[in-house]
């Protein structure tokens, strides 16, 4: 059964290049939205062009979560630096609620009562358009990879994004898709006060981006979270790494077992097993650091830790 924990793909998991788009892409979007805002006066133009200039910086944070987190074991941190991305990108994901979600919301509850003036919003829709099609690759990118692993693990693309123990692939494709559905919600508030000549709509435009990027930052710090205070593995890398130690011919039966992420698609493996046949006291811890050796085999695997089981525990 593939999981992934088992599953054959480099540890450290998120691609660089997803990143680096991410960051180039969001860039030359916040300085141009950042100028037709200060042009127009559209309170959702400056609710996207904070979104984009939240978004670059995070970009900045999750490249170093990804890089910081690919350091190995050493004295200090015997079972790796791991968890260090889930720390750069809850900072990252606080960084979205505060510079994206908060300001956003309040510039529309600010612009809610303040009289709009007429203005032409022709660079608007420019500056939308470039920005939907340059996010959109962004995103592409991130849905590829998302997909792609989604597939080798059997699960839906959405269902990964949001369990994959990796968190800069999860932020960038999250912050992607909020991106493409915050430039439609902006197209529409300046397409609504153009119509109208009620700024409110704008405004409203404002108030709905920032709730969006709160939604989409409050989901990412409750998963960066969950993996910091101990996540155990899903039930299909639990079942496959069961099958694994029942496979050993040395091991008789398996009476518990835990699996803990300490990192992207790295695990800490606990297990306690009896052993087949009776072996002398002598050889059994042997026997033990062997079986353990021939878990941590597995690049995923960063430690494993096997001890026995006494006779009345049930069997897993």
Do not use: C
Not at 119 to 127: E, H, I, K
Not at 259 to 270: D, M, N, T
């Amino acid at each position: 059964m593939t999981s992934e924990v088992t599953q054959e793909a480099k540890p450290g998991g998120e691609s660089p290049t997803t990143v680096v788009i991410a960051f180039l892409a969001n860039l030359l979007v916040a300085v141009a939205k950042t100028t037709v805002a200060v042009l127009t006066g559209s309170a959702s133009m400056l609710a996207e062009s904070t979104h984009s200039w939240a978004d670059t910086g995070n970009q900045i944070l999750l490249f170093i979560a990804d890089r910081r987190s690919r350091r190995g074991p050493d004295d200090t941190h015997p079972l790796g630096y791991g968890r260090e991305a889930y720390v750069w990108s809850m900072i990252a994901a606080f960084g979205l609620f505060t510079a994206g979600a908060v300001l956003s919301v309040w510039n529309g509850v600010t612009k809610l009562f303040e009289g709009g003036e007429e203005a032409s919003y022709l660079w608007a829709y420019v500056v939308l358009a470039i920005a939907f099609s340059l996010e959109g690759v962004s995103f592409i990118q991130a849905f590829r990879q998302t997909r792609s692993e989604a597939r080798d693990l059997d699960r839906e693309v959405l269902e990964h994004a949001l369990a994959t123990s990796d968190p800069t692939l999860r932020a960038v494709f999250a912050e992607d898709a909020a991106a493409l559905i915050g430039l439609v919600i902006a197209a529409a508030g300046i397409s609504l006060h153009q119509l109208t000549g009620n700024a409110i709509y704008d405004a409203v435009g404002s108030i709905l981006v920032g709730l969006l990027l709160g939604v989409v930052a409050a989901v990412l710090i409750n998963q960066n979270r969950r993996f910091l205070t101990g996540q155990e593995s899903d039930t299909r890398s639990r079942d496959a790494a069961l099958a694994r130690i029942k496979q050993m011919p040395e091991v008789s039966r398996v009476a518990y077992l835990r699996l803990e992420f300490v990192g992207p698609r790295r695990v800490l493996l606990v297990a306690s097993v009896d052993l087949a046949g009776e072996e002398a006291e002598s050889r059994v811890a042997y026997t033990l650091r062997d079986l353990e050796g021939q878990l941590e085999e597995n690049p995923h695997v960063v430690e494993a830790v096997l001890t026995l089981a006494t006779p009345d525990e049930a069997s897993l």
